[in-house]
């Protein structure tokens, strides 16, 4: 257990730098902005942070579209603010993992425009997929994949060039690298280094299944679309030489996949023991409203992740998705789901992800039509995600509510009329705020952790209700249902989503998770279980049969 590498058990607070905090007034947040917040994080009781893209960019995918990978925008400040920010986390004992996007470039990047250049056939064009297209004088895309953000995802040149066509699984400003190419490999590999000599104490995978797509580039069908371009088996033989990267340095330093895998197998083959450390446990964040549905994530979690002796992560959102409060049915309710969601996933073996805001309890915004920026509603791909990625409120009563340092500042996304009572500040000096109640949380996590298995029991109990066991005698409880649930003697009460008198006088009300502690209460046989899930008798009333799953690495 001591010598478990940080990030096993981390709780990771993603920050999206341009919604963050805006040090220099431009109304878009910055790495100043954030150097000058940690101490707010710190205090929050997050071991780490993981920062959203800060790199030289024409902004059209808000950074995830990059032209120097070794290079600060200026946008978001310099290589001397980013040095700072990192020596600044490090002395409040804040690990810092930056995000790292192979999948594509900008195509302002150098190597675009080279090929661009160079033409049809050269060396410069192999670094990206570059094909002829199909039709009289080719004037169809090479095949019939479909961009991520809508649309084809191929564009063709414009008139007076060569006319080839290029593939973008995103927007058009965002060509798709080559990784047959051993240039593309050996460049990554570069940028690794230049951060982890920086400093930086692992990456964010963007698009880690991606990379490689099916030799060929054959049509899909429309089920065989998604396996032409995600999840390739070669996409691993990148993860298993970034392992050795990593582990070139001292200090665990490690990585996590964003990989949209089609089920927790697949999601596993990125961390086996050679390849990755963590991958974003996705089927949580997708998960509805329901015990049943959670306890299945759980199950197939463990079931997924221990046979290849890695740990689970928990995450429930991020800055692509709808916000869990307004996913979870949105007002009172939706933010008590949210707190009690959050609750369950940190009482989990495991690494958890926590997006900005969440503290807050922040709902998704209806941005209007005017002001949308993301390529995805641009495109005509989606909704569109700008509703979850609006600057934070930090005080005041106004928008926007302190987020920057001038008070008519315009913010890139503007801030909703009604935050006033969601910021920082008017939340921090009331015990029964969302932000107290995580404080409280994390700080109850830090307080058993360290003493607890990483194994979980799952005994069968009500329907509609969770119950998630550690040894020595901790237990969640989670209820789902519609109506109040009698709690059994689970001991002492650590901390609920809600409704706290309720819950020490044994009743859990719906919508709401509670943690007790009762030490020296369980059975010596449970500690023997090992590795891989099995199944042993339950010893508590009601008896059903009792999952046991561990995570030891
Ligand atoms: C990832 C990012 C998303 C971005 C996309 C393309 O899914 O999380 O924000 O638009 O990759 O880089």
């Not at 001397?80 to 993992?97: P, Q, S, Y």
């Not at 080839?164 to 699984?169: A, C, D, G, R, V």
């Not at 089609?262 to 996705?282: T, V």
């Not at 919508?511 to 209460?521: G, K, Q, V």
Request: proline share 7%; hydrophobic share 40%.
């Amino acid at each position: 257990m001591t010598d478990a590498p940080w990030w096993r058990d981390a709780v990771c607070y993603q920050v999206y730098v341009r919604s963050f905090a805006d040090a220099d007034g431009d109304g878009l947040g910055d790495l100043a902005g954030v150097r000058s917040r940690l101490p707010y994080l710190a205090g929050l009781g997050v071991d780490a942070v993981w920062l959203t893209p800060f790199y030289r960019s024409p902004q059209r995918d808000h950074g995830y579209d990059v032209a120097d990978h070794r290079d600060v925008d200026g946008l978001f400040g310099t290589l001397a603010d980013f040095d700072a920010m990192l020596g600044t986390a490090h002395e409040l004992g804040l690990r810092v993992i930056i995000d790292i996007v192979p999948n594509h470039t900008s195509d302002d990047h150098a190597w675009f425009q080279e090929a661009l250049a160079a033409g049809p056939g050269s060396a410069a064009r192999d670094r990206y997929l570059f094909r002829n297209g199909r039709g009289r004088g080719g004037s169809l895309p090479p095949n019939n994949w479909r961009s991520v953000f809508g649309g084809p995802a191929w564009t063709r040149l414009p008139e007076g060039s060569d006319r080839e066509w290029y593939l973008h699984l995103f927007d058009s400003t965002q060509p798709d690298l080559n990784w047959r190419n051993g240039e593309v490999v050996g460049e990554f590999e570069s940028i690794l280094r230049f951060w982890l000599d920086r400093g930086v104490d692992g990456f964010r995978i963007d698009v880690a299944h991606g990379l490689f797509k099916a030799a060929g580039l054959p049509d899909g069908t429309s089920r065989g679309l998604v396996t032409a371009f995600w999840n390739q088996p070669e996409v691993h033989h990148v993860y298993r030489r970034w392992h050795r990267v990593l582990a070139e340095y001292d200090g665990d330093r490690m990585a996590i996949a964003e990989a949209w895998a089609p089920d927790a197998e697949a999601m596993a083959q990125y961390i086996r023991r050679d390849e990755l450390q963590q991958a974003f446990n996705f089927r949580w964040l997708e998960a509805a409203w329901s015990a049943a549905a959670f306890r299945r994530v759980i199950e197939e979690t463990f079931a997924a992740v221990d046979p290849v002796g890695a740990s689970p992560t928990w995450v429930l959102s991020n800055h692509d998705v709808v916000r869990e409060v307004t996913r979870y049915g949105g007002g009172r309710q939706g933010l008590e789901r949210s707190k009690a969601a959050t609750l369950t996933m940190l009482a989990m073996p495991g690494s958890a992800y926590l997006y900005q805001g969440t503290e807050l309890g922040l709902p998704q915004v209806d941005v209007p039509e005017e002001a949308r920026q993301d390529p995805t509603w641009l495109r005509g791909g989606g909704t569109g995600r700008d509703g979850c990625r609006i600057p934070l409120p930090w005080s005041g009563s106004e928008p926007p509510y302190g987020f920057g340092p001038g008070a008519g500042v315009k913010t890139w996304l503007p801030l909703p009329a009604s935050w006033a009572e969601l910021s920082v500040a008017a939340q921090e000096t009331d015990p029964a705020s969302t932000l107290s109640f995580l404080r409280r949380a994390l700080a109850s996590r830090r307080r058993v952790l360290a003493g607890l298995g990483q194994q979980v029991r799952l005994p069968r109990g009500s329907p509609g209700v969770l119950v998630i066991e550690r040894e020595p005698g901790f237990t969640c409880v989670l209820n789902c249902g519609s109506r109040s649930h009698r709690l059994g003697a689970y001991g002492d009460l650590l901390i609920a989503s809600a409704h706290e008198d309720q819950v020490a006088g044994g009743v859990l009300p719906p919508d709401t998770a509670a943690w007790f502690t009762r030490p020296s209460a369980v059975p010596a046989n449970l500690l023997s279980a090992r590795l891989g899930r099995r199944t042993v008798n339950a010893h508590e009333k009601g008896g059903g049969p009792t999952d046991v799953f561990s995570t030891d690495l």
